[in-house]
């Protein structure tokens, strides 16, 4: 999800793939299947819980208009504390979210809000723990690491959906010479299926290369109603995969601060450097928490993803944005 990301269709097309060898595919496949399969001890480097959302030392309020043409007002920190929008309850989550008490004119912006952390990172094991994540028509979630030369330090999307979407859309956006290898599809889970292959992005095309994830419980409605759950990216120079787990099936070794993806099965999500050089397409990533309102995608998907009537009709109306909010548990970076 970035500035240019008005440029986005409601769902990617599948790109064609170009005539390969069998050689040639088993060769990327075997690479792909190596990559996933080697084992790396992580150890804990940043644990992100609580208060740590709302310290200024560790993550920024962005309080600018928004890239993206929403109806949006990002809050700054002192602002959405203020008014309710970022807190921490007494049982240590953390509340982010969209205001859902103002009444406005259809075209007014609605306040909202966007943090990044103050650190970047170049790899590495990212474990985000959302026991909710907001949905509703006019809502844009997202959950996603990038770099500060977009597109050429890339983008990775870990969450992201617009309205009333059932499926989580993940997401990289890099400069020229990327793409998703067809061949990887058998090696993610039953759920997942490839849909543009090409990650290279601009102003003119920016639909990266994606995942759709169809697990009901991975995105929405359809995760809250089971606790939510749990998000997990690998990055390393060899490949870019993700998992996700709903809260009743996290595996011990993440719960234990252990983590050992070799022992996750199928990612939800493989990008392997068979078909993009990883190590120079990606790096100094901070991590980013958001909920937009209208804007690009949402609004080009608004009635085929379920919503009726207009976005800045919806957007006036309070009530409408009631579970546009997310709920922390916590975000955790791990190092080998």
């Given at each position: 999800m970035h500035f240019l990301s008005s440029f986005l269709l409601s769902l990617p097309l599948l790109s064609l793939a170009g005539h390969r060898t069998r050689s040639f595919g088993q060769q990327h496949r075997r690479a792909a299947l190596k990559a996933r399969n080697t084992t790396t001890t992580y150890v804990l480097e940043d644990f992100y819980q609580g208060q740590s959302f709302l310290n200024s030392s560790l993550w920024t309020f962005f309080d600018d208009t928004d890239p993206t043409a929403g109806l949006v007002n990002y809050q700054s920190s002192a602002d959405a504390q203020s008014k309710g929008l970022a807190y921490v309850q007494e049982d240590g989550t953390t509340i982010l979210k969209v205001d859902n008490t103002t009444?406005?004119?259809?075209?007014?912006?609605?306040?909202?809000?966007?943090?990044?952390?103050?650190?970047?990172?170049?790899?590495?094991?990212?474990?985000?723990?959302?026991?909710?994540?907001?949905?509703?028509?006019?809502?844009?979630?997202a959950f996603w690491t990038v770099g500060p030369n977009w597109p050429n330090q890339g983008e990775i999307d870990i969450i992201e959906g617009v309205n009333l979407n059932t499926h989580n859309q993940i997401t990289l956006h890099s400069g020229d010479d990327c793409a998703i290898q067809s061949t990887l599809s058998s090696l993610v889970s039953s759920n997942s299926t490839i849909g543009n292959l090409q990650c290279a992005s601009s102003a003119s095309s920016n639909t990266g290369c994606t995942y759709i994830d169809s697990d009901a419980r991975s995105y929405g409605k359809g995760f809250n109603q089971q606790g939510g759950g749990v998000y997990a990216m690998e990055w390393t120079n060899e490949a870019i995969q993700m998992w996700f787990f709903s809260r009743a099936h996290i595996p011990s070794d993440i719960t234990n601060k252990t983590p050992n993806p070799?022992?996750?099965?199928?990612?939800?999500?493989?990008?392997?450097?068979?078909g993009c050089d990883i190590g120079s397409h990606f790096s100094d990533h901070t991590i980013t928490i958001n909920t937009d309102v209208c804007g690009g995608w949402t609004e080009s998907a608004f009635s085929s993803s379920g919503c009726s009537g207009t976005c800045a009709d919806t957007v006036a109306v309070a009530s409408n944005f009631d579970n546009a909010q997310w709920s922390i548990n916590y975000v955790a970076t791990y190092q080998s």
């Open positions: 009444t406005l004119t259809s075209g007014q912006y609605r306040d909202s809000v966007r943090i990044a952390t103050t650190k970047s990172y170049n790899g590495g094991l990212f474990i985000a723990d959302f026991y909710a994540m907001p949905y509703g028509c006019a809502t844009w979630p070799s022992s996750w099965g199928n990612p939800a999500a493989l990008f392997s450097n068979s």
